[in-house]
T-cell receptor, first 113, second 116 residues
Framework: EPEVTQTPSHQVTQMGQEVILRCVPI?????FYWYRQILGQKVEFLVS????????KSEIFDDQFSVERPDGSNFTLKIRSTKLEDSAMYFC???????????FGSGTRLTVV | AQKITQTQPGMFVQEKEAVTLDCTYD???????LFWYKQPSSGEMIFLIY??????QNATEGRYSLNFQKARKSANLVISASQLGDSAMYFC?????????????FGSGTQLTVLP
């Protein structure tokens, strides 16, 4: 069964460093998303991406965050200058069409120290 | 106001018994979708079941069924014949289909423990 692949599964970074979280969505999917889950809390929407541009973003997704689809297969989330409170599980998800279901990746656990 | 409310932070069920996990939602949209996801301790999000607001029949997927009561704005997940592997966190989520937003809004989750 097709799956969304996220790498790395776990990343530890120093506060203030830049991190790039990578995702390979399902190949025929057109809509891409990033979600965040701080430990023990609910899953929160960060950003959606369609047709090579951001279609929606939450208030969490401030100027330190950016997304890119650099080569038609990867979908990346960059955090420019990490803070301790960025420590969370980050999920990538993709969807074939606008009202279809979502497939989530296994997540990247980001720890900022 | 919370868009998705899961009032049971933790639930216990005996193996082979059925269990209902509660979810209520709040939206003024006529068109929306309701989802349930399972998150085991390993962390991944596993899709379980989907109910569209215009679907007249309750969704079922194997041992999972969704008790959709539109007037009450509830979308409870029923797991029949619980198994030890069902122990996990369960999230209810909603997608509102109006405007440009297509993202999911999640509830706070219910931690289900299946007892042998």
């Amino acid at each position: 069964e097709p799956e969304v692949t996220q790498t790395p599964s776990h990343q530890v970074t120093q506060m203030g460093q830049e991190v790039i979280l990578r995702c390979v969505p399902i190949s025929n999917h057109l809509y891409f998303y990033w979600y965040r889950q701080i430990l023990g809390q609910k899953v929160e929407f960060l950003v959606s991406f369609y047709n090579n541009e951001i279609s929606e973003k939450s208030e969490i997704f401030d100027d330190q965050f950016s997304v890119e689809r650099p080569d038609g297969s990867n979908f990346t989330l960059k955090i420019r200058s990490t803070k301790l409170e960025d420590s969370a599980m980050y999920f990538c998800a993709s969807s074939e069409a606008e009202y279809y279901g979502y497939t989530f990746g296994s997540g990247t656990r980001l720890t900022v120290v | 106001a919370q868009k998705i409310t899961q009032t049971q932070p933790g639930m216990f069920v005996q193996e082979k018994e059925a269990v209902t996990l509660d979810c209520t939602y709040d939206t003024s949209d006529q068109s929306y979708g309701l989802f349930w996801y399972k998150q085991p301790s390993s962390g991944e999000m596993i899709f379980l079941i989907y109910q569209g607001s215009y679907d007249e029949q309750n969704a079922t997927e194997g041992r999972y069924s969704l008790n959709f009561q539109k007037a009450r704005k509830s979308a409870n997940l029923v797991i029949s014949a619980s198994q030890l592997g069902d122990s996990a966190m369960y999230f209810c989520a909603m997608r509102e289909n109006s405007g440009s937003a297509r993202q999911l809004t999640f509830g706070s989750g219910t931690q289900l423990t299946v007892l042998p």
